[in-house]
RNA sequence: CGAGAUGUAGCGCAGUUGGUAGCGCACUACGUUCGGGACGUAGGGGUCGCGUGUUCGAGUCACGUCAUCUCGACCA
């Protein structure tokens, strides 16, 4: 475990009341975990104190708070347009799902029938013993209604109707929905039972292009977890034990915490014809004969969120990457008693605000007027706003302005002369920035261990372990069961996976490394 | 569903051998402040999770119940 604490002994520096700022200290420490001491009470912490999300009072769901939402929207925004630049348009199909449809592919039923909530009723009536209202009997379904945990069944069902022959394909469709599943532990962002997400559902003639799909799908995931996000990912197949239930292969990315475990972050599903053949989906080929269409889904969900929290964020609250940062500049006016002075000061920064927003930048100026500029910097350092400029009756006359960056928590003094520019490249720096520190911690959590002993000794400080594997899922679950680890993925990508060797734990030939680590 | 813990103001907590509820933060008003989480003064806010019992009297004791959290099993 590593954590890189941002505590900049300047924050106290040259301040006249030591006794006071400790004091403040204290009090923030008893309200902010740090890393190290807790790792996920600072997470659950740190997504409440920042605004994100909070309970609600419905057992294991969350409230999704405007700024928590405001960053959603804009990773929604990025992938919606990678969706549609790949060829994808947006549809919706229904929450609900009738029991008889989910049973319809046996292993998608295994996999899904323990989480789902069930509509049994469509009406409610006055409680005959006064207690409220209970459900009216006679109002029961003849059918029961799941709530969706994916859609895949109501889904082929549809396509059914729309395809007859192979000029209806392919089919490539998303939809942005909420699911259902009745998890018994919930956590905020990483595990609720309900949650946002995308889930695109694709339908082709070949088998050929379904695999390519779900590989471009798990690439486009790639590209946004790495270039927006700024979180590294390894690109990789499942194991057929962590595989999605009804699937014939799963890619995953899989993301690495600050904690040293592993999150998945998005998957990507070649189905075959597993829902084609459940559904009875079949068009007529170019050669005039009944085939069973080829499918795949792929979905990423507000889990990103949490990954987004726990890539970047450290013990003075969250990191934010200014490609997602719903405030990417946030202005704090360091005000007085000279009141001239202050709306100059207001002024000027109206003026370099529309400056920024001319390129695109988005600004906050914070001209709350009963609250102090310390409290301001702590309240935006804890938002993780990737850009913050002060300025006061000092920068005024000399013509500077303060800039501060979330990620290392630098300061410098800039001339406002050509603001503007020295954000706009610094916004790039950060976000560039923050993916390198990631991606160094990743790499240097990414071992190759080749024995049953070191290997149970390295697990447990977390990280990737590059490891061989006898490719059973016997073999599998039996290191689960002893060291609470899991295949993570079996890389796509990585020349240092193909070799030789023996596994870890049966000691049988292998051909290739595949990447365990404890998850999340 | 197994093990453990906790329910007292919006949040975090104290509350002694049972005697009628308090602290810090937050909140409201006014004033002084404002370059790293300000200070003063004056205020407001409670079915002590719920129920039953013991008692003259229950936040406190007993039994029951509900909820939440932590750790397991399950999962994006």
Same mark, same amino acid.
């Given at each position: ?12 520096? $040259? ?6 700022? =400790? ?5 923030? *420490?008893? /309200? ?34 405007? +700024? ?6 804009? %990773? ?5 347009? %990678?969706?549609?630049?790949? @060829? ?17 592919? *046996? ?28 459900? #009216? ?8 209604? =799941? ?17 007859? &022959?192979?000029?209806? !394909? ?19 962002? !990483? ?8 889930? $695109? ?7 050929? /292009?379904?695999? /390519?799909?779900? %590989? ?46 592993? !999150? ?27 085939? +069973? ?17 726990? *890539?970047? $964020? ?47 930048? &988005? ?5 709350? #007027? ?11 350092? !804890? ?15 000399? $013509? ?33 920035? =923050? +993916? ?20 149970? /000794?390295? =697990?447990?400080?977390? @990280? ?40 870890? +734990? ?15």
């Amino acid at each position: 475990m590593r954590f890189d604490t941002c505590d900049n002994p300047k924050f106290i520096a $040259g301040h006249n009341n030591r006794d006071k700022i =400790i004091k403040n200290k204290n009090t923030m *420490a008893k /309200e902010v975990t740090k890393r190290s001491d807790n790792y996920s009470q600072w997470y659950d912490n740190l997504v409440v104190k920042a605004d994100l999300a909070e309970r609600s009072a419905v057992r294991g769901c969350m409230v999704i708070k405007p +700024y928590g939402y405001a960053i959603w929207e804009k %990773m929604q925004d990025v992938l919606d347009k %990678m969706f549609k630049d790949t @060829g994808h348009q947006n549809a919706y199909f229904p929450l609900f799902i009738p029991k008889s449809f989910l049973s319809r592919e *046996a292993e998608h039923v295994e996999g899904f029938a323990k989480e789902c909530a069930v509509v049994t009723h469509h009406r409610l009536m006055a409680d005959p013993n006064g207690n409220g209202v209970v459900v #009216d009997p006679s109002a029961k379904l003849e059918e029961e209604l =799941i709530v969706r945990p994916t859609s895949e069944t109501i889904i082929w069902n549809t396509y059914k109707n729309w395809v007859t &022959s192979w000029r209806d !394909l392919p089919i490539l469709c998303n939809q942005w929905a909420n699911v259902v599943r009745w998890e018994m532990r919930t956590r905020l962002f !990483l595990r609720t039972a309900e949650f946002l997400w995308q889930e $695109g559902h694709t339908a082709h003639a070949t088998r050929q /292009e379904a695999e /390519e799909e779900t %590989m471009k799908m798990v690439n486009v995931y790639a590209d946004f977890a790495r270039n927006y996000m700024a979180v590294p990912v390894v690109v990789g197949h499942k194991s057929p034990n962590e595989r999605f239930a009804g699937a014939l292969d799963t890619m995953t990315i899989e993301a690495l915490m600050q904690d040293g475990k592993a !999150l998945q972050a998005g998957t990507s599903h070649f189905l075959g014809q597993n829902f084609a053949k459940a559904f009875d989906v079949m068009f007529t080929n170019k050669e005039g004969k009944q085939e +069973y269409v080829w499918a795949t889904s792929w979905g990423v969900s507000t889990r990103l969120m949490g990954a987004l929290i726990m *890539a970047h $964020g450290d013990d003075n609250g969250l990191v934010l990457p200014p490609k997602l940062a719903p405030i990417q500049v946030v202005m704090v006016p360091i005000t007085g008693k000279d009141e001239a002075v202050n709306n100059a000061i207001l002024d000027k920064m109206d003026s370099f605000k529309k400056e920024l927003e001319a390129k695109g930048i &988005s600004v906050k100026i914070d001209s709350r #007027d009963t609250l102090r500029p310390g409290f301001k910097f702590a309240e935006w350092e !804890l938002k993780g706003v990737p850009v913050r400029l002060a300025m006061g009756g000092r920068d005024l006359e000399n $013509g500077t302005v303060e800039l501060a960056r979330r990620d290392t928590c630098e300061k410098s003094s800039h001339q406002q002369e050509g603001i503007a520019d020295v954000i706009a490249a610094l916004l790039d720096d950060i976000q560039s920035n =923050i +993916y390198a520190k990631a991606l160094k911690f990743r790499d240097e959590s990414i071992r190759k261990v080749d024995t049953w002993e070191e290997f149970k /000794e390295e =697990i447990t400080k977390g @990280g990737f372990l590059l490891c061989h594997w006898d490719g059973t899922p016997e073999t599998e679950e039996k290191i689960k069961e002893e060291t609470k680890a899991t295949i993570r993925c079996i890389p796509v990508d990585s020349a240092v996976c193909e070799e030789e060797g023996t596994c870890i +734990y049966s000691g049988k030939p292998s051909s290739r490394r595949v990447l365990f680590a404890i998850s999340y």
